[in-house]
């Protein structure tokens, strides 16, 4: 049993990032043993430098470990509370700035359905004030390294398992079926587009962004990662625009001053 092998799984992380270009070294040490391990019981091999060479071999089984290694876990209107606080502060005060184009960007955004959830609600939001043709200046961009996961998004076609956290008033509205399966209302669809992009090349698909929502990602990287990428949204948003973070996620250190909280609670904050 050698999965607390140090050398060798240095050895393997490096060979992923050259490989893959996955960066290895910005991710916690913990959650990446943990599912290289799970891989390797899965291969039967104990030894980090076989692993790599089933690695070699097998591209099928590579793409297996990327896709485990990135966490995938999603589903609509995540944590609904949240939601509930983007629908009562965050929607309206975008709204009000009606003269600009209004960009959101979800970074992480999996299978696409936290892209969507914000697109469902800035929709009823303009239903409800009248304001349909606000729509036109708005642009949902849902990014995420898993190019596999986002084709998924762009299909949009999800199981019933996908809308746990939805309310029954937006689930009859907003989830046409089709063939046992919810896909989207094309007027909510037409707001978003996909991307593939990684935080940590910090390469930005956008810029002044009024709504950037990056959650459950950043608790995957080591600190370094995080207090440059939150220096990155701030840079990123627009004057006055606004972050939303995961439940289990926090600011830390200086990030704490970019930013002020709107519900410290469910980790929405305003750029200060
Ligand atoms: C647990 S999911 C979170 C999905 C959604 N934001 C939510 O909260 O439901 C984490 C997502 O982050 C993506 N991810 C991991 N590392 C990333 C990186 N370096 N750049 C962009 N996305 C990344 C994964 O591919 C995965 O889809």
């Known amino acids: 049993m050698v999965y607390g092998d140090d050398a060798g799984f240095r050895m393997l992380t490096e060979k992923i990032t ?10 916690k040490d913990k959650c990446l043993r943990r599912r290289v391990a799970v891989r390797m019981r899965a291969k039967q091999t104990t030894s980090h430098a076989e692993y790599a060479s089933i690695l070699d071999h097998d591209p099928r089984e590579y793409d297996r470990l990327i896709r485990s290694l990135t966490v995938n876990v999603t589903k609509f209107f995540r944590n609904w509370d949240t939601y509930s606080v983007i629908e009562k502060k965050v929607i309206p005060a975008l709204w009000e700035r009606s ?34 043709s606000h729509l036109d200046s708005v642009s949902i961009l849902g990014t995420d390294i898993d190019g596999e996961c986002l084709g998924e998004a762009q299909r949009a076609f999800y199981a019933e398992s996908a809308l746990g956290d939805t309310p029954a008033s937006l689930r009859t509205e907003y989830f046409p079926e089709m063939a046992g399966l919810h896909t989207m209302l094309p007027e909510v669809r037409r707001l978003v587009t996909f991307e593939c992009n990684d935080l940590l090349s910090y390469q930005a698909p956008t810029q002044n962004v009024h709504l950037l929502v990056c959650r459950n990602v950043i608790i995957y990287f080591e600190r370094e990662a995080q207090d440059a990428l939150f220096a990155e949204f701030h840079r990123l948003l627009a004057p006055g625009g606004f972050l939303v973070l995961g439940k289990v996620e926090s600011l830390l250190g200086d990030a704490r001053s970019l930013f002020t909280p709107v519900n410290a609670r469910e980790r929405v904050f305003q750029k200060a």
Do not use: N, Q
């Not at 999996?110 to 349909?132: C, D, F, N, Q, V």
């Open 18 to 27: 050259r490989d893959r270009g996955f960066r290895c070294s910005s991710y």
């Open 99 to 132: 003269d600009e184009e209004l960009r959101v960007w979800s970074a992480g955004c999996a299978s696409g359905e936290e892209p969507y959830s914000l697109g469902i609600l800035m929709h009823k939001h303009a239903k409800e004030t009248r304001s349909t």
